[in-house]
């Protein structure tokens, strides 16, 4: 079969960052003597798709003019669409002069790349939150993680000396260019690209596959295996799933498995465009576009951020300037008496229809370890899922309590400590004061230092939860976003509760004295940061459970608490 001749990158050119030979010795040996910063696990994903060009014709993390105007109209400065901002935040102090140069290392201080810094200039969370993402509720991930960034952008030409190193799936782990020349020896013109973040079932099967016959293409199956949605299954999971199912299941002679190492922005909308730049420059002049397309779920009031088909009419608007055609991702349903799969809009009122939503594969068969049906899923990848999802009752989980000092979040923490003990359960307490005398000593009660410690105790957490522990969390943790971030840590098993107690109750237990001293510092015009008193505490708009800290005691609640678990499947009912 001929060679292809795939669709240019877009831009015309895939760029190319990565240095080599004397070049990248030289740069070095410099690295040394230069100033240096650690870049986020987010900028590490991003920097890797500049370097190899799939952010392309995105050359370096934006500058003040490419930012602005990506904000207000989605294109460039020099006009090219690209719909969502790609920076690099920094704290100024740790920065040389502009126009000198500064390394940057990932989270272990490995060096990847060598920065001239070009551009210093400052940015505004709650504008480009709206802009870039329509909201400015913290239960939007990208939100939530945007209260954490530092206070300054910087950009400038990059030269990377290392790629990041990986040692899972590295046969998958394709670059851009790499990706383009084995579908162009595929020999088909047309690609269809399909991006996941979770486990494929017998429906996106279906779908893949129609979609590259559709087209008479080769399909690009390329799962995201960066930073996804809090709550997805672990990439490690998901891929052995794919491996398997690409091997047994689909046209090797037309499918190619490769791994993208994005780290999504669940934009919606606008991430679909992004979503769609990134496979033109793999080789993709087709993408798949799904309902709720890159979603982040629900808002603070329980309403989704995006419409089902935002990005579908988006992605619509744009696909003669992107060069990529969507095919949209229609909802299939299995017909059981005709063993097949049909558009769910073609289906005869008469027809008896299978249909199993996420939540269902969720709740009921993998948190009760059920096999899912082999209509529904392949066998090897229902083992799958089975291996490394144990029954709930077998999970680990996270129970947040929050709630203004003297609400009873760590009387009730103790009670539900005893209980959960006496129910078989591996329990860690981690009470905010004793947090503080231990994991947090030395911070004090800025707003800064306050979420630096809600963020420590989230990351113990979350290390106890993937264990297979249960944990309970007593603090303060005032402020809707940090929570919110706390609860990505921890992912999905973190159950919230708010300890509702209100403040002339806290103060009339003050057995600290800590409220009255609170309210003498207002007086004497020496506010002391105290929550609920010179302090915002900002109560959660959506916990899974609510409790009462007057009218019932720290048993009653505990109680209730455990017939809630009971009502979940975290506990087995006795």
């Not at 000396?161 to 782990?173: A, G």
């Not at 979770?198 to 080769?218: C, D, F, M, Q, Y």
């Not at 798949?288 to 992605?315: C, N, W």
């Not at 979040?409 to 400590?417: D, G, M």
Request: hydrophobic content about 40%; some cysteine.
């Amino acid at each position: 079969m001929a060679k292809a001749k795939l669709i240019p990158p877009y831009g015309g050119k895939l760029v190319n960052l990565v240095v080599e030979g004397e070049e990248r010795e030289a740069l070095l040996a410099r690295a040394p003597k230069l100033l240096s910063i650690k870049i986020s696990q987010r900028n590490v994903c991003d920097l890797e798709l500049l370097a190899t060009g799939g952010f392309s014709p995105l050359t370096t993390f934006m500058g003040k003019a490419d930012y602005e105007r990506v904000l207000h109209e989605m294109r460039l400065a020099d006009g090219t669409l690209f719909p969502l901002p790609i920076t690099l935040t920094a704290n100024p102090k740790e920065l040389p002069a502009v126009g000198e140069e500064l390394v940057l290392r990932n989270p272990n201080n490995d060096v990847l790349a060598i920065m001239r810094l070009d551009e210093v200039y400052r940015w505004d969370l709650g504008r480009e939150a709206l802009l870039a993402y329509g909201t400015t509720d913290p239960k939007h991930p990208m939100v939530s993680e945007m209260e954490h960034w530092n206070k300054v952008c910087i950009s400038g030409e990059i030269k990377v000396v290392n790629l990041p190193k990986y040692y899972d799936f590295v046969e998958l782990r394709l670059t851009p260019a790499q990706v383009r020349a084995r579908l162009e020896a595929m020999g088909y013109d047309n690609v269809v690209a399909f991006q996941t973040r979770n486990p494929l079932h017998r429906i996106h099967e279906e779908l893949t596959k129609r979609a590259a016959e559709r087209v008479n293409g080769s399909l690009l199956i390329q799962p995201v295996v960066g930073m996804t949605k809090p709550g997805d299954v672990d990439h490690y999971t998901r891929v052995r799933i794919y491996k398997v199912l690409v091997e047994k299941y689909y046209d090797k002679n037309r499918t190619l498995l490769s791994l993208l190492p994005l780290a999504m922005r669940l934009a919606g909308p606008k991430e679909a465009l992004l979503h769609a730049l990134i496979r033109r420059n793999y080789g993709a002049n087709h993408f798949i576009v799904g309902r709720d397309h890159a979603g982040p779920g629900k808002d603070s009031t329980g309403k989704p951020f995006y419409g089902p088909y935002d990005a579908q009419e988006l992605m619509l608007k744009y696909e003669a300037e992107l060069g990529v055609k969507m095919i949209p991702f229609k909802e299939l349903v299995y017909l059981p008496d005709e063993d097949r799969y049909v558009e769910q809009e073609d289906v005869s009122p008469r027809a008896r229809v299978l249909t199993i939503s996420g939540t269902q594969v969720r709740e009921e068969y993998l948190a009760k370890g059920k096999l899912l049906p082999e209509w529904f899923t392949r066998p090897e990848t229902a083992e799958i899922l089975r291996e490394m999802y144990p029954p709930r009752h077998k999970q680990g989980f996270c129970v947040w309590f929050t709630g203004l000092s003297g609400a009873g979040k760590s009387a009730t923490a103790q009670v539900l400590t005893s209980l959960l003990l006496e129910r078989g359960r591996r329990v860690t307490l981690l009470d905010g004061d004793v947090v503080r005398t231990h994991l947090s000593k030395g911070l004090g009660f800025s707003k800064e230092d306050r979420d630096a410690n809600i963020l420590r105790i989230a990351f113990v957490a979350g290390e106890i939860v993937r264990a297979g522990g249960t944990v309970i969390c007593a603090a303060i943790s005032p402020y809707r976003a940090t929570r919110n971030e706390a609860r990505k840590m921890v992912g999905e098993n973190f159950i919230e509760v708010y300890m509702d107690t209100p403040l002339e109750i806290c103060e009339q237990r003050d057995v600290k004295g800590l409220y009255a001293k609170a309210r003498q510092a207002m007086v004497e015009g020496k506010p002391m940061g105290f929550t609920g008193i010179d302090d915002p505490y900002e109560p959660p708009i959506s916990p899974e459970i609510t409790l009462q800290g007057y009218g019932s005691s720290p048993e009653e609640n505990a109680r209730k608490f455990i017939a809630y678990l009971e009502e979940q499947g975290y506990l087995l009912p006795q």
